[in-house]
């Protein structure tokens, strides 16, 4: 049981309009009462009332500063204990003042995120929860701050307390068969936690797949275009971008550097890197661009190969088409209003038919069909939509992985006959694993660890 009241200046301190002073525990409305003059002393508001009123210096009677006190009694408040806030006239100078009156009362200074942590401790929020605090106080897009609320409604955790259901009901029948170990009620168990790791394998997965997916949303997908010259690089790029960044000239080798362009194609944010192509060449400013598209092309995680419709594949383009394989590249037929030279035949010997995207940039058709492509690479074809939980917490996917690697264990044991009461302990640790991500089976260290990482005041 936490029996000690705690105070914090909860707002930045600075030039700020007002402060704000959160007191929290189960004497925060008696003690800070002992500094507050009011209409209603505050041991007699009810909760979820706001007071107009003084702090005084209680051994001179002496008014310190005007303030207005918020107080919300246990359970109602974000701790779920007694909590008291003073607003008052920002200012460093006031706020420090009314902080040294209250740490004379029975009231110690917080911990940074002492105040998520005794909601966390007194059961308002689980872990994942907490940890969706913090990201929201240090999201800096609009889109990390809405997966991070999400996070703290709790769509993580419910989901993982599924998981973490089916695995109870796995070792609630595993436990049964221990007890009773006849010959084929052993075999029948093994086919159960073969069919209930793998399913909860799967669900893990989803999860950790959306991890890939929040990061593709939040940073893009950094995207080379290659190509040889003059096959529409530039023109693709500027079409993407809608602006003239990028140069676009009828001269093979003019686009002199790489210049970073970030485009949403519809739903999918790209980091494109325009290339000087691929051609070697003496000219000493495209060789500079060359060197940096080759960078490019190691460090992408989307090639974009455009060729150009209306003529046969150069030697360098079999060359290039070598080199993607195995990576996650689409190749543009571009050019396409013009008579068609390109043998597709070739092409598909390299690429699957589906990633090779016809396309006239100068008419600006087939941009859609190159979203359709991408989507297929990165999302198996489904632009996941907004409300989907996005796991974005480094140790959650940690966690995640670890579990998957459990219920492995636990799948190959079953497989391989292995006493089931052996298979029990995998199941266990799986359960385990996922239960640390929502703090049921977190232990105290790391509890004190995720928190201290809070700021003060949280
Ligand atoms: P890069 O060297 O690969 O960057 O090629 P550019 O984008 O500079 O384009 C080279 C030339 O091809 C320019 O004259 C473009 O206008 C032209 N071009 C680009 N796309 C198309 C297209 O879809 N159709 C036709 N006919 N010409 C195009
Ligand atoms: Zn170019």
Known sequence: ??????????????????????????????????????????????????????????????????????????????????VVEISSHGGVISVKRIMDLLLMLDIRVAEPGEFTKR??????????????????????????????????????????????????????HI??????????????????????????????????????????????????????????????????????????TDIPGTTRDVIEEFVTINNIPLKLLDTAGIRETMDVVEKIGVERSRTAFTEADLILMVVNAGEPLHEDELELLEQIKGRQAI????????????????????????????????AEEGIDLLEEAISKLFFSGQLESADLTYVSNVRHISLLKKAKQSLQDAYDAAEQFIPIDMIQIDVRLAWEQLGEIVGDTAHDALIDQIFSQFCLGK
Request: glycine content about 6%; proline content about 4%; aromatic content about 4%.
């Open 1 to 82: 049981m936490i029996s000690d009241t705690i105070a914090a200046i909860s707002t930045a301190v600075g030039e700020a309009g007002i402060a704000v002073i959160r007191v929290s525990g189960p004497d925060a409305i008696k003690e800070v009462g002992k500094i507050v003059k009011s209409k209603t002393p505050l041991e007699q508001a009810e909760s979820h009332t706001v007071h107009y009123g003084h702090i005084i210096n209680p051994q001179t009677q002496e008014k310190v500063e005007e303030v207005l006190v918020t107080v919300m009694r246990a359970p109602r408040s974000f701790t779920t204990e007694d």
């Open 119 to 172: 909601a966390f401790l007194n059961g308002r929020i689980d872990l994942s929860q907490a940890e969706g605090v913090m990201d929201l106080i240090r999201s800096k897009s609009d889109r990390a701050f809405s997966v991070a609320l999400k996070q703290v409604g709790g769509s993580l955790s419910a989901k993982i307390r599924d998981l973490r259901y089916t695995l109870v009901e796995t070792m609630a």
């Open 175 to 248: 436990e049964v068969n221990i007890d009773y170990p006849e010959h084929d009620v052993e075999s029948l168990t093994s086919e159960f936690i073969k069919e209930k790791s793998s399913h909860v394998m799967n669900e893990i997965d989803k999860l950790l797949k959306t991890a890939e997916q929040g990061k593709i949303l939040r940073e893009g997908i950094t995207t080379a275009i290659v190509g040889r010259p003059n096959v529409g690089k530039s023109s693709l790029l500027n079409t993407l971008a809608q602006d003239n960044r990028a140069i676009v």
């Open 331 to 362: 190749v543009i037929l571009n050019k396409m209003d013009l008579p068609t030279k390109i043998d597709r035949d070739i092409l598909e010997r390299y690429i699957d038919p589906e990633l090779i995207v016809p396309m006239s940039v100068k």
